[in-house]
């Protein structure tokens, strides 16, 4: 009840963690972008802080609770450029398959955020594992031939969304 005091209702509280935890991803993409002496260490980097910070899991969890204002789309907005960036970077400097998209980047991080054996640590563990063995398969070396079929369009992924949320994961 303490909590609630500080919020006008259930939906500025979940609003006001919405807004934290893209500005989190904001500022961990942000950082990323801006190590320029190894891009590979970056990106990577990006990806295991993003899932460190359990900043995917959040984002599953708030997605059928938040409404979003302005302020979220907003934030949503630069999300989605700022991580946009991070990838075309990536692919520019040819450390990333060239056929990889944010969109599956933030299906990836999803799937591997869902991790959970009942040990928060044990589990944290399995999550770098898994995201250590996607990250060779992102890797434009391992680009042996081009993925089957097209990366999720952005409707699909804002479909999932009660709020009209786009692309923290």
Known sequence: AGLYRRYANKQALLRAVAADSYRRYIALAEA??????????????????????????????LRD?????QGLRDLDILAVDTTNRLVRGARGSGILRPDVTRA??????????????????RSAALRRRYLALVCDGLRAEAASRRLPGPPPHEA??????????????
Do not use: C, K, M, N
């Open 32 to 61: 990323a972008l801006s190590d320029t002496d190894d891009p590979w260490h970056a990106f990577t980097g990006f990806l295991r802080q993003v899932l460190d910070d359990g900043l995917p899991r959040l984002t599953l969890a």
């Open 65 to 69: 609770e938040v409404s979003f204002d």
């Open 104 to 121: 599956d980047i933030t299906v990836l991080l999803e799937q591997i955020s869902r991790i959970d054996v009942g040990d928060d640590v």
């Open 156 to 169: 699909e992924l804002i479909g999932r969304w009660a709020g009209e949320i786009s692309s923290v994961s």
